[in-house]
């Protein structure tokens, strides 16, 4: 079955930065767009951003839009998110997220906790 | 933008009750509409695709319907490991925007 881990996350400073990753196995990444979803505390479910299967189409919400970079390395079937100038209102569970080709999410990490304190 | 609005945001049910959860849309997204489960400390599970369709290994007692801008999941005789918070996704306008509802959460009665 489908496996995607997570790492990367931990306590961060406001304005600092951290690199997320999301290993990939028991499928064919390259095929994929695949995605970032975070769950703040107490709130629901937030789309964060996707990449296509080759990286060149990226989007994002628009919360991070020019703090968050999201990429891939198919070589080494990983996703990455880079986060910068982080803010307290970014602290959540990260998740990566393998999108179907009607765009519904079919497989999950087990997420990676941000937090974004002094 | 669009926006999709769950209800109830929560709910009490108990273990074999049938539960329905509504998910509304402020335009009209035909069935890309998608349903998850997310259990505290779990990763998020698909359930229902397109609106109706059963997603791999999910058990029979979950079924979706409806089009245009009104959804509905159904739990036909719910059980233990069905409390949890239910969530719907859009999928029409993508790639650049994938929303989620606020979510529904089942809890025991």
């Known amino acids: 079955e489908v496996d995607l881990v997570e790492s990367g996350g931990g306590l961060v400073q406001p304005g600092g930065s951290l690199r997320l990753s999301c290993a990939a196995s028991r499928f064919t990444f390259k095929n994929y767009w695949m995605n970032w979803v975070r769950q703040a505390p107490g709130k629901g479910l937030e789309w964060v951003a996707n990449i296509n299967q080759a990286g060149g189409e990226k989007y994002y919400v628009d919360s991070v839009k020019g703090r968050f970079t999201i990429s891939r390395d198919n070589a080494k079937n990983s996703l990455y998110l880079q986060m910068s100038s982080l803010r307290a209102e970014d602290t959540a569970i990260y998740y990566c997220?393998?999108?179907?080709?009607?765009?519904?999410?079919?497989?999950w990490g087990q997420g990676t906790l941000v937090t974004v304190s002094s | 933008d669009i926006r999709l609005t769950q209800s109830p945001s929560s709910l009490s049910a108990s273990i074999g009750d049938r539960v329905t959860l509504t998910c509304r849309t402020n335009q009209s997204i035909a069935t890309y509409l998608n349903w998850y489960q997310h259990r505290p400390g779990k990763a998020p599970k698909l359930l229902i695709y397109t609106a109706s369709s059963l997603h791999t290994g999910v058990p029979s007692r979950f079924s979706g319907s409806g089009s245009g801008t009104d959804f509905t999941l159904t739990i036909s005789g719910l059980q233990p490991e069905d409390f949890a918070t239910y969530y719907c996704q859009q999928s029409f306008i993508t790639p650049q925007t994938l929303t989620f509802g606020g979510g529904t959460k089942v809890e025991v009665k």
């Open positions: 997220a393998r999108a179907s080709m009607m765009d519904y999410f079919d497989y």
